[in-house]
C-alpha cells in the first residue's frame, strides 16, 4: 500500500472543504452528509473522517479558512486603535473593509451565506452554535472597547449603557450584510454600510460638530502644555 505524502493529505483536506463549501451553500448543512461530500471531491467517507470528527468539525474548519468579514476587521481595530489618535475613524475604517470585503470576494461570500443563512443549530451542530458565539462576543467586546476610548476622546455622553450601543451596532453592520445577501443588486453595501455607521454615530452623539469641538480642545489642551501661540483667525469679508 503507498503511503501518501503530507501534500496530498493536504490537497484531499482542501478539496474536501472545497466541496463542503458547494454543497452547503447549494443544499444546505442539514441536507448535506458527509457521504456527499466525500463524492463531491472524489475521495472516500475515511478520508474525511480522517481529516474531521464530524460534521461540525468540518463546517468549522471551512469557517477558520475564511476569516469572516466582522471577524478580521474588528481584530485589524484592536491591533490600530491604540495606535491612532481617532478610535472611531479606526473602527469606521476597519467597518468599511468588512463590507468591502463582503461584496468583492466570492469565497467570503459564499462561506457568510452558509454560516448564516444555510446552517441549523442541530445537536450534532453544538460546535458550530459555540464558535458563532464566541466570534460574536469577541466583535461586540471590540466595539465597546473602542466606543469607550472614542467617548473619553471626544467629551461624549452616550445616551445608552455602552454595551447596548456595542451590540446596537453590531447587529447593524451584521444584518446589513445579511440582507444584501438575500439580493446583491439591491443596493449598494459599502456605500449604504457607510451611512448606516455614521447615522448610528450621530444618533450617540459622534456628529461632524462634536469632532470639531473635540479637536479644537484637544489643540487648546496642547497649545496650553507647550506653551504654543493661539492660532490668528483668518481674515473675514467685514474686515479685509
Known amino acids: 500500500m503507498v503511503r501518501r505524502t503530507k501534500t496530498e493529505a493536504l490537497e484531499t483536506r482542501s478539496r474536501l472543504l472545497d466541496a463542503a463549501e458547494r454543497l452547503f451553500q447549494a443544499k444546505g448543512v442539514s441536507s448535506t452528509t458527509l457521504a456527499d461530500i466525500a463524492t463531491a471531491a472524489g475521495a472516500t467517507r475515511g478520508a474525511v473522517y480522517h481529516h474531521f470528527r464530524d460534521k461540525a468539525d468540518l463546517f468549522n474548519a471551512m469557517m477558520e ?3 469572516m468579514p466582522m471577524e478580521s476587521s474588528l481584530a485589524e481595530v484592536g491591533r490600530t486603535a491604540a495606535a491612532q489618535a481617532d478610535p472611531l475613524q479606526s473602527l469606521r475604517d476597519s467597518m468599511t473593509h468588512a463590507l468591502r470585503q463582503t461584496a468583492t470576494d466570492e469565497r467570503t461570500r459564499r462561506v457568510f451565506e452558509v454560516a448564516t443563512h444555510k446552517v441549523e443549530y ?4 453544538q460546535a458550530v452554535r459555540e464558535r458563532h458565539l464566541r466570534v460574536r462576543n469577541a466583535c461586540v467586546a471590540e466595539m465597546r472597547t473602542t466606543l469607550q476610548a472614542a467617548a473619553r ?3 461624549v455622553e452616550l445616551p445608552i449603557p ?3 450601543a456595542a451590540l446596537g451596532l453590531h447587529n447593524l ?6 440582507n444584501w445577501m438575500l439580493d446583491p443588486q439591491a443596493f449598494d453595501l459599502v456605500q449604504r454600510g457607510r451611512q448606516t455607521f455614521d447615522t448610528f454615530l450621530a444618533g450617540l452623539g459622534f456628529g461632524p460638530q462634536k469632532r470639531v469641538r473635540s479637536g479644537r480642545a484637544a489643540g487648546a489642551r496642547r497649545r496650553q502644555a507647550t506653551g504654543e501661540a493661539e ?3 483668518a481674515p473675514t469679508a467685514q474686515n479685509t
Not at 122 to 125: A, F, I, Q, R, S
Request: aromatic share 0%; net charge negative.
Open 65 to 67: 479558512r475564511v476569516t
Open 122 to 125: 442541530t445537536d450534532e451542530m
Open 153 to 155: 476622546r471626544e467629551g
Open 162 to 164: 455602552v454595551a447596548a
Open 173 to 178: 453592520i451584521d444584518g446589513l450584510i445579511q
Open 231 to 233: 492660532p490668528t483667525a
